[in-house]
Nanobody, 123 residues
């Protein structure tokens, strides 16, 4: 089992930054690719970003590319999502997830999920 706990969500003005963290415990963190997803009210969950086990490979949704940065610290068992130039349409519950070995955009391929953290961007 891998337990994931997100933090760092909150209310921010449009154009501002916010950094999310996801702390992992349980099995060996470096065995897992990590991803961030989000779900806005009335919408389906969508992929945001993913990072491979070493941090050497990342992938982003087009809607956040150039504004968001995913990173990880395997010594701290933590993955981060730095969000800059936030827009009201970024408002959602953000979830981190762990996929054994393989980095992917597909939510169903992730094995473990956190409980989510709310991000609200005011205009």
């Amino acid at each position: 089992q891998v337990q994931l706990v997100e933090s760092g969500g909150g209310l921010v003005q449009a154009g501002g930054p916010l950094r999310l963290s996801c702390a992992a415990s349980g099995r060996t963190f470096s065995n897992y690719a990590m991803g961030w997803f989000r779900q806005a009210p009335g919408k389906e969950r969508e992929f945001v970003a993913t990072i491979n086990w070493s941090g050497g490979s990342t992938d982003y949704a087009d809607s956040v590319k150039g504004r968001f940065t995913i990173s990880r610290d395997n010594a701290k068992n933590t993955v981060y999502l730095q969000m800059n130039s936030l827009k009201p349409e970024d408002t959602a519950v953000y979830y981190c997830a762990a996929a054994f070995q393989r980095s992917t955009r597909v939510g169903d391929e992730y094995d473990y999920w956190g409980q989510g953290t709310q991000v609200t961007v005011s205009s």
